[in-house]
């Protein structure tokens, strides 16, 4: 779009957006300037300026598998499943439905389940109603393999073990280890793949899928994930949640074909 006189900024894609997306404009880094991205909104424009809109969403879109029942993406860490009510747009099922809306304009997606805002890695979505209701109908019976991979703080675990705890939820939203009345059963079985200085790299398999499941219940044996401030960590070395879904596998509940998707897990959580 070109500028025909000098304005502020926020006023020239006032013309062509509404107030709400003016912002969401800005605040996402997606306005450029003449080639240059500007996100301040009393930026001056001078006549003949070359102003563009550039969303960045397919590059945070990695497409692990798709048919016409299912799309499986690698989600990075930092970004919502879903709308937590505050964020709308910036979300793994905003980004899945625009990609497939610019195939099909009717076609529909609906979220299965979900990886926490800091967690990567496989996250699957459903193109079709019916195929999510008989997901969800059975999930923990059709949902064969829920692997991750942790880093966590300190040594000296066990080369392999399980974990069997009671988990109920506050209030405040804080998940925390209980008992039989209160909450529901959460089993997580780990093996030890490497020891470094201060870290200890694992390999996690879930038998139940309860929320913050294996963060609640690493904490509870004073080996936090690093990263996770809420659950007791008090350190950061990788800048993010040390958490990655790296498998995932389930079977088709009508063509009862068995599908399994993995992703590497994340260079930095082998240390340097």
């Known amino acids: 779009m070109k500028v025909k006189k000098e304005m502020k900024l926020i006023d020239f894609l006032s013309l062509s957006y509404n107030r709400k997306n003016v912002k969401n404009l800005l ?21 003949d300026d070359l102003v563009e809109i550039k969303k960045e969403n397919n590059s945070l879109l990695e497409i692990l598998y798709e048919d016409q029942d299912f799309v499986v993406i690698n989600k990075p860490s930092g970004l919502l499943s879903m709308s937590d009510g505050k964020e709308k747009e910036k979300t793994a099922y905003h980004y899945v439905s625009e990609y497939l809306k610019k195939q099909n304009k009717n076609q529909k997606v609906f979220i299965v389940h979900r990886l926490d805002r800091e967690t990567s890695g ?15 109908k059975d999930w923990n019976k059709i949902v064969y393999l829920r692997g991750y991979m942790a880093l966590v703080e300190g040594k000296g675990l066990k080369k392999q073990g399980t974990l069997k705890n009671y988990l109920a939820e506050s209030k405040t939203q804080q998940v925390y280890i209980s008992n039989k009345e209160k909450g529901k059963l959460a089993i997580t079985h780990y093996k030890v793949i490497k020891e470094m200085k201060n870290q200890t790299l694992l390999e996690i398999n879930l038998d139940t899928g309860r929320k913050n499941q294996i963060r609640v219940q690493l904490s509870n044996i004073n080996h936090p994930i690093v990263g996770d401030k809420k659950y007791g960590a008090t350190s950061n070395p990788i800048r993010r949640l040390g958490l990655h879904a790296h498998a995932f596998g389930f079977v088709h509940p009508k063509t009862k074909k068995k599908y399994e998707f993995k992703t590497d897990c994340p260079k930095e959580f082998y240390g340097r």
């Open 122 to 136: 496989v996250l699957m979505f459903c193109k079709n109603e019916k195929i999510r209701d008989l997901l969800q």
């Open 27 to 47: 605040k996402y880094k997606e306005v450029y300037v003449n080639g240059k991205q500007v996100s301040q909104f009393d930026h001056l424009l001078k006549e």
